[in-house]
């Protein structure tokens, strides 16, 4: 009988940066019967930044892809949920009984008064942090099934 695949929540404001982050790094490493999705509290629009580090990372983000939102969930459909901002944790935490959750305190990477290259070092310390955050909660998630 195949086992049945555990879903982990990403959430951020936009679900333009920091949960499509988290959710492409935990599917490239996700354990056996884990995948991950993401949603913002509102709809945010794609970020060139963040497409332009997940590639430097061998991980191509879909051009298409459209930001969800929480409501395109129910807590039935989440085994584990993270937010990287505080809105989104509010939102979570509307499941506090249902679903386990953790908050990551990720900034965001926004400074509209720099160049291409700065802006794109406040990306990359984005995403190695949250890469950092990923691979100890897939330790925490695969001790505990």
């Not at 926004?110 to 909660?137: C, M, P, W």
């Amino acid at each position: 009988m195949e086992k049945q695949v555990k879903q982990v929540l990403f959430s951020c404001t936009l679900n333009a940066i920091r949960s499509v982050i988290a959710e492409a790094i935990f599917n490239k490493i996700a354990p056996e019967n884990w995948k991950s999705v993401s949603c913002g509290v509102i709809a945010g629009p794609p970020d060139g930044f963040t497409f332009a580090v997940m590639e430097e990372k061998g991980i191509l983000l879909d051009l298409n892809r459209q930001p969800k939102l929480f409501a395109d969930f129910n807590a039935g459909q989440i085994d584990y949920a993270v937010s990287l901002s505080i809105e989104a944790k509010h939102h979570v935490k509307k499941w506090n009984e249902l679903v386990p959750h953790e908050h990551w305190h990720v900034k965001e990477p926004f400074s509209a008064d720099e160049n291409r290259e700065v802006q794109l070092k406040h990306y990359r310390l984005i995403r190695d942090e949250i890469s950092t955050n990923v691979i100890e909660l897939i330790k925490r998630i695969t001790n505990n099934t």
